[in-house]
């Protein structure tokens, strides 16, 4: 078996159908020293699913700072660790981006993969331009949310937000007022899943659907830009 020098690797996971995980992927989860996971709990139905029998170590974002030094130090040693999040990409909403800027520092070798991440299928599925759009991910839950929201008033290009299933009405109406209610929208839920929904309409025929439900799962909102 190939071995591998010390290393950092950062490998996307399924968003939820655990067929969507490449197999050089899952190679290097087979072969690496260490992997640093957002929550062992849920990672390790991942991996026992595929048979993966690594030392797990939890890696999130109430304990980075106190253990980035720690895992610089183990692949200074000569260790390949492998970092995954809950599900997608890590670094896109979830951990990542300390452990990545402080391994650059240390000039520590660096390797992502390609693989899932929920923007991507969302906004590729909505119908709405993708040849140019704007990544906003988790807008502020308090602090800093009307800023935020004002600042995209004057932005043309297709907007993607990640949103908690209790706040997407609320966020919905929150473009409503802000940017209008005929702007077009694309609301993706539950991707990848059994329960997948893809909502395309006006902010205002989003509100009136998503209003008469219990909305539940992940959610992915692709808003248009403002016309020219």
Do not use: W
Request: charged share 25%; aromatic share 8%; hydrophobic share 40%.
């Amino acid at each position: 078996m190939y071995r591998m020098s010390g290393k950092l690797y950062i490998v996307p996971t399924p968003i939820g159908n655990l067929e969507d995980i490449t197999l050089r992927a899952l190679r290097i989860l087979k072969e690496c020293d260490l992997i640093l996971a957002e929550d062992t709990r849920t990672s390790i139905f991942l991996l026992k699913h595929y048979q993966i029998d690594k030392p797990l170590k939890s890696y999130h974002q109430h304990n980075e700072h106190q253990t980035v030094q720690y895992i610089i130090d183990t692949i200074q040693s000569g260790k390949t660790i492998a970092l995954i999040s809950d599900a997608g990409t890590p670094g896109i909403s979830d951990p990542g981006f300390l452990l990545v800027r402080e391994s650059i520092k240390a000039g520590i070798s660096i390797e992502t993969l390609p693989g899932a991440t929920a923007f991507v299928p969302a906004l590729v599925n909505s119908g709405l331009p993708c040849d140019s759009f704007v990544f906003v991910g988790f807008l502020p839950q308090k602090k800093g949310r009307q800023t935020k929201l004002l600042s995209l008033k004057e932005e043309t290009r297709t907007m993607v937000f990640y949103e908690s299933p209790f706040r997407l009405v609320k966020a919905l109406e929150e473009f409503k007022e802000h940017y209008g209610g005929d702007r077009l929208v694309a609301v993706s839920r539950e991707l990848t899943k059994l329960h997948e929904e893809n909502f395309r309409g006006t902010v205002d025929e989003a509100i009136t659907h998503f209003n008469a439900k219990q909305v539940k799962g992940e959610i992915v909102i692709v808003l248009g830009g403002k016309r020219e």
